[in-house]
């Protein structure tokens, strides 16, 4: 068997210049990350027609603008042309310019959702990763920073990648134009080319300046608009309201707020002065070539070199060249700042973030013994311990209750069992195998937990008992039901086990009390039957005392053949496990059955004594108020 452990990414990335190597260990050049930009277009046949067809429609419109009036004034300008000529010639250009028009427009419209369904693939990846990563990473601020420049990046129809496509997609009419009207021009002059090319060479340079700049101090703009969208969330928060109308609140809010806003208004000045820097070079540049072709042209046609049919015709080409040059440099200018973020997207979703460097297995079936070995944790980014030099075991097949006083690590505790982190120092074992050689969806698949936070989401019952969205053991859901005292709840729906959950997908989504939803999570742990341990964090923390105690009463039949650990603040829970464990300063305290643990001196009792006298006489109290 394997020795080798997984890493513990949530702690190497804490260090700013080690996560910055990580997550972007290359710059790729702006053709390298445009080219898997376009690895969807390029595969799609129908999508590199359509670019080619849009570029040619679109990109001839000013060129048939030019030429309508070089072909009307010469007909003004001959003698015996009768208005029938006049009006073949409008209509023609009529015509061909409302169907390269209007088949520009199409090839627009009707590609545009082809984009963004493929953007979307882009995104579900991107969801898919952050909800695969490790769990620690999620205590970082200026990683959850990074990956939500990664997330926005496939968030937007007309940013990112999708802006991106959209752009380089209209950007083929617009260079197409650009090289008619500069070859109409070329035969006016070689230097209104060259001024062109002036022109488009300072303005891509000076925009490319711009967004490095932005670029560069992107995770201080994004630390700020987390913090201010989070006040805003918070402000707006249905939950908050009561409180914040109660206590008065809101000025509080203000003054936090002000700052921020500060501080942003701040960072964006520092953007627009740079802009403002800059733009009087694109500025320059656009009035030398309009100057440069205005000058030519009046040259020629002082000289007699051109008619003046010549002259309308090559004047108008000048004003839409300038302004199709401008539109290019800004196109260009849009897809390499864009690019920036993308290839910030494109390196999250090829680094590893999943400690899956595991390869160890726990052998043998049915439930599992747990050793905790010298084991000492601080989250992520603190030096204070919150468990340290913890030894504890539990044997197979044990049922054991974990409590404490608020803030002693009972909650931390099961999150180091499950692995969702990774002790500082010291072992964790399972069945006698480190548990940090374990691959995490192995060790995942070896629980079955309740935590006290609960959230469901927008699935339907049978959906969030069983975890998943077919191959649902209905019979099975149903018995984890009524195990959890939720059946009666749930029989009286219409749609019984098939009703949704929330509103937020669904209008006729029913919404749980917090007793119900905690027992919804509860049957969920009960439905997954392959656990070979059960971990309940305060699973009952909303039931009233009696509703805790015909749960747990309930679990003594269903827990046999499984290792279980019960944290709970209510000391009556207690009562039915085997042995109780007393956390206290990081460290068991006390351990021993409830009966031996009254019997002693020491917190245990202390706590029990001291929350009621409900607890006091359990056996005989329970029944009489059943």
């Known amino acids: 068997m394997s020795t080798q452990a997984r890493r513990d990414l949530a702690r190497e990335l804490q260090d700013p210049e080690y996560r910055r190597q990580y997550l972007h260990p290359r710059k790729m050049p702006f053709l390298k990350v445009l080219w898997r930009m376009y690895a969807p277009v390029r595969s799609s046949a129908r999508m590199v027609l359509a670019h080619i067809a849009y570029a040619f429609c679109d990109g001839v419109l000013p060129l048939l603008s030019v030429l309508i009036l070089y072909v009307l004034v010469g007909l003004l300008g001959a003698p015996k042309v009768s208005p029938r000529t006049m009006l073949m010639a409008a ?213 007699g070199a051109i008619t003046m049919a010549d002259f309308v015709m090559l004047l108008s080409a000048v004003i839409l060249f300038s302004q199709t040059l401008v539109l290019l440099s800004q196109q260009l200018g849009f897809i390499k700042n864009e690019t920036l973020y993308v290839q910030d997207a494109f390196d999250f979703l090829d680094v590893p973030l999943t400690s899956l460097d595991g390869q160890g297995q726990v052998p043998g079936e049915g439930p599992v013994s747990i050793r905790f070995e010298n084991v000492s944790f601080a989250y992520p980014g603190t030096d204070r311990l919150v468990l340290e030099g913890l030894s504890f075991d539990i044997a197979p097949g044990e049922r054991c209750a974990l409590v404490g006083l608020n803030g002693a690590g009972k909650t931390t505790l099961a999150k180091l069992l499950l692995g969702l982190y990774q002790p500082n120092e010291g072992k964790i074992y399972i069945n006698e195998v480190d548990s940090a050689t374990l691959p995490q969806k192995a060790l995942f698949a070896l629980f079955g937990t309740v935590f006290q936070e609960v959230d469901p989401l927008a699935f339907t019952i049978a959906e969030t008992v069983a975890a998943r969205e077919d191959g649902i053991d209905r019979a099975r859901v149903t018995e984890a039901l009524q195990t959890a005292g939720l059946w009666d709840k749930v029989n009286s729906f219409e749609k019984g086990i098939d009703t949704p959950l929330l509103k937020i997908i669904h209008e006729e989504g029913v919404i749980l009390s917090g007793g119900e939803n905690q027992k919804l999570m509860i049957a969920r742990a009960l439905y997954r039957k392959d656990a070979r341990m059960m971990v309940m964090d305060e699973p009952t923390a909303a039931l009233d005392a009696l509703a805790e105690q015909a749960i747990y009463q309930q679990f003594d039949d269903l827990l046999k053949g499984r290792t279980a650990l019960f944290i709970s603040h209510r000391l009556a829970s207690t009562y039915f496990c085997d042995r109780i464990l007393l956390l206290s300063g990081g460290q068991i305290a006390q351990h021993g059955s409830h009966q031996e643990l009254l019997a002693q001196e020491g917190l245990y009792r202390q706590l029990f004594h001291t929350q009621g006298k409900y607890y006091q006489d359990i056996k005989k109290e329970v029944p009489r108020e059943q």
């Not at 002059?189 to 670029?215: C, D, E, K, N």
Request: overall charge positive.
């Open 91 to 303: 209509g023609v250009y009529g015509l061909v310019y409302f169907l390269c028009s209007a088949l520009s427009v199409q090839l627009k419209e009707r590609n545009y959702t082809w984009f963004t369904r493929q953007r979307l693939l882009w995104l579900n990846r991107t969801g898919h990763k952050i909800m695969e990563m490790d769990f620690g990473l999620y205590e970082n601020p200026a990683f959850m920073d990074d990956i939500k420049t990664a997330h926005w990046s496939f968030s937007g129809n007309n940013a990112g990648l999708e802006g991106t496509w959209h752009k380089v997609f209209e950007m083929g009419g617009t260079l197409v134009s650009a090289l008619l009207l500069g070859g109409l021009l070329f035969w006016l002059s070689p230097l209104v080319a060259a001024a062109g090319l002036v022109l488009v060479a300072i303005t891509v340079v000076a925009q490319a300046h711009i967004s490095s700049y932005r670029h560069k101090r992107r995770e201080e703009l994004v630390r700020l608009m987390r913090r201010m969208g989070m006040l805003r969330e918070e402000a707006a928060n249905f939950k908050a309201g009561k409180d914040l109308r109660l206590y008065r609140m809101a000025g509080r809010f203000q003054q936090v707020f002000d700052p921020l806003l500060t501080s942003y208004m701040k960072l964006y000045r520092a953007f627009t002065r740079r802009e403002f820097s800059l733009s009087f070079l694109e500025g320059l540049a656009l009035v030398a070539v309009d100057l440069v072709c205005a000058l030519l042209l009046v040259h020629r046609r002082m000289a």
